[in-house]
């Protein structure tokens, strides 16, 4: 289908609310108490080593520079066009040539730094990692998860960044947050974009600050991938890498100082602020409800690409709840065929931001039996309202483009090869799985009785 968009958002009329009375807003939260419960959270300290303030320190002598030029000749060349004659015929193939030592002086100096300052971040923040575990390293494990035994003392952040820093002539830097949840923790400056490289893949920092008892159930020792990632209380976390392994930003280790389960609040007192602002969100979604009936009304009997360009269009309310100056013309199918998965998929919809699946749903359950003009003239407009994040969408159908068996024909041996690739895939990936491979094999840990 093809269809004419325009999104109209709480957010935007939320601050044209006024203050409620204290009586409205403690029913408003005795009503939705459920909805201010606190997520889990966890607070956590870390110890981060910028590689590029390292990279700032270190040198390179001219001796070390061409050692490695002398090494590595091959990779150091630049391709030129070589000047044609006008009366040539064919064109001119570029011609590469060999940089000399002192061409390539710049880019082997910026090579050898780059790696003489991952070389000592990691050193100096596995040295701090090894210190600050070294509490750890003689408590006894738990026979039945693996884990090791709090010990009675564990090491000083701030302390350890200081010394290690100074030992290693490297900046350790500390930092703590304040309890984070889930989300918060995948947003955190820096430390949020870290991730460990565990046994499965990539962990990303804020699944494993979660993956801490009490949050998670202690593991089956049986089970080496799930122990080795899961941390008790103030243990510290394997190095995470910000930016590539190859050549990371930063590096860090963390560990968990404060675990906080999910509850509910003691009373509005300790939620107020959070209370007001979803009460005013709320009362804007109600007011966005009906801005949008009224434009689907004017809608049918002007075009919506015509409506924004006339005079007397859209009200000023409604152009102050959308961030669009003009409708949005999109055209979309229902599902999106992935070719590297070899399946459907939510399709790509521009200016929609409520999860394009249920859009289009509901976009083809209700536009697509209808004409584009119905009997009457009016031209077919509906909402899509999005309650999760306060939105109503309100779209028009211009055109609808159904696909015929000739053209499904023409396309058929094209969706079986992708079929097939999937399936191939989804073949490798299961016979290489780790897991099957020790079934198949009978294959136990050596420290696994």
């Known amino acids: 289908v093809k269809t004419a968009t325009v999104p109209l958002f709480a957010s935007r009329l939320a601050d044209q609310v006024g203050e409620t009375a204290p009586e409205q807003l ?97 050193q100096a923040i596995s040295a701090a990692r090894d210190q600050a575990m070294s509490h750890w390293a003689a408590m006894p494990s738990d026979p039945n998860t693996g884990l090791k035994t709090h010990p009675e003392k564990v090491a000083d952040y701030a302390q350890l960044a ?46 494993y600050a979660f993956n801490v008892v009490p949050l998670v159930e202690p593991p089956s020792v049986e089970d080496r991938r799930t122990t080795e990632q899961v941390l008790v209380q103030d243990q510290e976390s394997p190095i995470l890498y910000a930016g590539s392994v190859e050549n990371p930003d930063a590096l860090y280790v963390f560990r968990v100082t404060q675990v906080a389960p999910s ?39 002007t075009k919506l690409t015509e409506l924004f360009e006339a005079e007397g269009g859209p009200s000023e309310a409604i152009l102050a709840a959308t961030p669009v100056t003009e409708p949005v013309v999109a055209t979309f199918a229902r599902r999106m065929l992935s070719p590297w998965e070899g399946r459907l998929g939510p399709p790509m919809i521009e200016g929609v931001e409520m999860p ?56 058929k041996p094209f969706l079986a090869r992708i079929a097939l690739s999937a399936a191939q895939f989804e073949f490798y990936r299961n016979w290489f799985d780790p897991e099957n491979l020790h079934k198949r094999t009978g294959y136990r840990p050596a420290d696994v009785d």
């Open 26 to 122: 403690e029913q408003y939260y005795q009503q939705h108490t459920e909805a201010f419960r606190y997520p889990d959270r966890v607070a956590v300290e870390y110890l981060k080593v910028d590689v590029a303030k390292v990279k700032e320190s270190v040198e390179v002598s001219r001796v070390a520079a061409h050692r490695y030029y002398e090494a590595h000749q091959a990779e150091f060349t630049v391709s030129t066009q070589p000047a044609t004659d006008e009366a040539a015929t064919q064109p001119t193939q570029p011609v590469t040539r060999q940089l000399s030592f002192e061409e390539a002086y710049p880019q082997i100096v910026e090579r050898l730094k780059a790696s003489d300052a991952r070389e000592r971040a990691i």
């Open 162 to 207: 200081e010394q290690m820093g100074k030992r290693k002539h490297v900046s350790i830097q500390y930092g703590q947050s304040g309890l984070l949840s889930r989300q918060e923790a995948g947003n955190y400056p820096g430390l949020g974009e870290a991730y460990a490289i565990g046994q499965n893949g990539l962990v990303p920092f804020a699944d």
């Open 263 to 301: 509850r509910l609040p003691e009373s509005l007192q300790e939620v107020r602020e959070q209370v007001q602002r979803e009460w005013k969100l709320a009362q804007a979604y109600d007011r966005v409800q009906e801005l949008a009936g009224q434009l689907v009304e004017k809608a049918r009997q």
């Open 356 to 411: 394009t699946d249920a859009f289009a749903d509901r976009a083809f359950e209700v536009l697509w039996p209808q004409p584009t003009t119905q009997p009457d003239g009016q031209f077919t407009t509906t909402t899509i309202a999005d309650d999760d994040d306060r939105t109503v969408y309100v779209v028009q159908l211009l055109e609808k483009m159904p696909v015929t068996d000739q053209e499904f024909q023409q396309f």
